[in-house]
């Protein structure tokens, strides 16, 4: 099974995944995580220059970077469900229909970059505020974050999506137990249908 945990900047998409994984070894089931953008990889740490000013390239090439970054974690993420684990993606391929149709860029096109990858039984999106996600972040802001008029389209896009391809929307300006309970409820109907 595979679940994706979904959502802008500082949405809790990290640590509601770590609960998540400590909720499923209490029923004693197996989980991995996995984060994307993956930037221990190759392919990784050139998205991460990307995304620090450090180098420049058309939306397109972007896309295209951030896809390839999943597919050199394919073997790893099939392994892992051969082997019974429950897979939680720390952000998946949803994130880059989101960010590239923002970006301008055809549904169609990002929806085949990932073709042949595995696919999530469940999408949650951790939905929140733009301006709690800004006052979340500590550190400096990545190409992607820096501003709220960009932050308020990315979460417009994430909450049509959700709609329109039936992704389960829980509020993420909430305290994370009171997400994590939203997410854990979702989890189980998810594993009793």
Known sequence: MIIVIEGFDQAGKKTQSKLLANFLKTKNMKSKIFSFPDYSTPIGKEIRRYLGGKRSFPPQVIHCLLAANRWEKAKEINDALLENYIVIMNR????????????????????????????????ILLDVNPTDSFSRKKERRDKFEENI????????????????????????????QAVHQDVRQIVLKQMIK
Do not use: C
């Open 92 to 123: 998946y391929y949803q994130s880059n229909l989101v960010y590239g149709t923002v970006n301008g860029l055809d549904m169609k096109w990002l929806e085949n970059l990932d073709d042949g990858l595995p696919k999530e039984d469940l999408v």
């Open 149 to 176: 008029e960009f932050a308020q389209k990315i979460t417009g896009t994430y909450r049509k999506l959700a709609k329109n391809l039936g992704w389960h929307v829980v509020s993420a300006s909430r305290h994370k």
